[in-house]
């Protein structure tokens, strides 16, 4: 498995931004799909973000298609969540996921998760 550590989380108002990021270590991180998720309390864990192995491809959940973007480096083995436009209904508990198919938005498709790092978006 890959070890992954998210920074970058915080408190911001309606309309701010945020840039999440995820490092990996343990495994070749080229070899992995990244993806970004979200859990709500009271809520299941849902799909945000994901991106290829090169980063040639990406994948976004509806819900934040147009003012989120997911990037990696490879050489840095780290992948990055810019979050824009935020809303209050943005705040959640985002996890940084590694799997195999970055296409798939099911949490049980993905082996590894970081510990999650807070975003609360204000009114």
């Known amino acids: 498995q890959v070890q992954l550590v998210e920074s970058g989380g915080g408190l911001v108002q309606a309309g701010g931004s945020l840039r999440l990021s995820c490092a990996a270590s343990?495994?070749?991180?080229?070899?992995?799909?990244m993806g970004w998720f979200r859990q709500a309390p009271g809520k299941e864990r849902e799909f945000a973000a994901a991106?290829?192995?090169?980063?040639?491809?990406?994948y976004y959940a509806d819900s934040v298609k147009g003012r989120f973007t997911i990037s990696r480096d490879n050489a840095k083995n780290t992948v990055d969540l810019q979050m824009n436009s935020l809303k209050p209904e943005d705040t959640a508990l985002y996890y940084c996921?590694?799997?195999?198919?970055?296409?798939?938005?099911?949490?049980?498709?993905?082996?590894?998760w970081g510990q999650g790092t807070q975003v609360t978006v204000s009114s």
């Open positions: 996921a590694a799997g195999l198919n970055y296409a798939s938005i099911r949490p049980s498709s993905w082996g590894s």
């Open positions: 343990g495994r070749t991180f080229s070899n992995y799909a």
């Open positions: 991106i290829s192995r090169s980063g040639g491809s990406t």
